[in-house]
């Protein structure tokens, strides 16, 4: 169905070719590079963003299969990593050349059953280690048996050993950080001592290449966020590109006389004459509820427009008294990284809970020059 819907989110491939460089300048030249596109690439495109990076990066991660089948529909043969599989999912997994992350010994058995009905042959899965966040992974305890299990067959083969840092971006967890670092180094030590075959490792998201590419490299980092504009404090934001811009238009303009409400429940009274725009994008877009009569603003020639009222399914309603501005004109929804996090901070959440709102409906429009 083609997308006529007047809202778009710019996506601008040169500022994301630039994030990957700033990211890289912080890395060793042999570490390879992960490309993380779950969540429809944090909101933008994960297929656009697969195609224009495939040639530059080792591999792109997904969280659930779905996502990993729609990049090799696309025609994608960097390896894909999957970073949430489900025992139900082992087959297509296989059958689309996608790699799983291995996280319990259920899975593990449940893959190698699998592989050896269909007699392949060193197919390559990815062991994750539970270092602090506690969310999925094995420990210690378990590695006496993934060692005996991935000895006993020859259908798949360990092609790495990673983890998750809990609290990368929060330097006072340094020393929580440094504990899990310590942590895995010895999990997957331990684990190697075990193989046939040496697996590599990777550990660092965004954040932790910030903060700790010197003691977390690895032969392999996961950049996510970072690559759309976001570092993990001002100071990196400011040196990052801006990569995602939400516009839209303005519908119509109208005079609010005072006394007047604007929206559903009457949710804003008007204290004087004012001046109002509606916007064609709503909740159903990805706009939150919660930024609702000043919380949330746009910008419209270049001038803050607080929303005003309940923000509808598919408008909302601003500001601008004080704008020159006509039906038609553009609107600005996201301009920016900084507005984003601003709009984050307003209403108690994350940059990546906004940007991974925006709906599939809204058009994509690729900025390549």
Same mark, same amino acid.
């Given at each position: ?151 006993? !067959? ?51 998201? /965004? ?53 007047? /409400? ?27 509820? !919660? ?64 940007? /991974? ?13």
């Amino acid at each position: 169905m083609e997308n006529n819907h007047v809202s778009v989110l710019e996506i601008d491939f040169n500022a994301i070719d630039f994030n990957l460089e700033f990211f890289k300048s912080k890395l060793k030249p042999s570490t390879n590079i992960l490309i993380v596109v779950k969540a429809f690439g944090y909101g933008s495109s994960a297929v656009e963003i697969a195609k224009h990076l495939a040639p530059k990066v080792a591999y792109f991660a997904v969280a659930y299969l779905d996502e990993g089948i729609a990049l090799r529909n696309a025609g994608i043969k960097t390896p894909i990593l999957v970073l949430h599989p489900q025992k139900v999912n082992i087959e297509k997994i296989i059958r689309f050349n996608l790699e799983p992350n291995i996280y319990s010994i259920n899975i593990l058995k449940a893959f190698i059953d699998t592989a050896s009905t269909l007699n392949l042959k060193n197919y390559p899965i990815h062991i994750k280690f539970n270092t602090g966040l506690n969310r999925l992974g094995f420990t210690e305890t378990s590695i006496a048996e993934i060692s005996n299990l991935v000895n006993n !067959q020859t259908a798949v083969k360990i092609a790495s050993v990673f983890s998750h840092i809990a609290a990368s971006e929060d330097l006072n967890e340094h020393a929580f950080t440094l504990q899990q670092i310590t942590t895995f180094n010895t999990l997957a030590a331990t684990l190697t001592s075990k193989l046939p075959n040496i697996p590599f490792k990777h550990m660092l998201n /965004t954040s932790g290449i910030i903060n700790y590419a010197n003691e977390a490299q690895f032969d392999m980092v996961r950049l996510g966020i970072g690559l759309f504009g976001f570092g993990n404090e001002d100071k990196y934001t400011k040196q990052l590109k801006n990569v995602l811009t939400l516009k839209s238009v303005i519908s119509q303009i109208h005079t609010i006389e005072k006394g007047e /409400t604007i929206g559903y429940n009457r949710a804003f009274k008007a204290n004087s004459t004012i001046k109002t725009a509606t916007i064609p994008i709503g909740h159903a877009d990805g706009i939150s509820r !919660q930024l609702h009569n000043g919380k949330g603003f746009v910008y419209i020639n270049n001038t803050k427009a607080p929303i005003l009222g309940n923000v509808c399914m598919d408008m909302i309603m601003v500001d601008v008294t004080n704008i020159d501005c006509f039906e038609g004109d553009e609107v600005l929804v996201y301009k920016d990284q900084f507005h984003i996090e601003t709009l984050a901070a307003a209403i108690h959440t994350i940059p990546y809970e906004i940007l /991974t709102a925006i709906s599939q409906r809204i058009r994509r429009l690729l900025k390549i020059c």
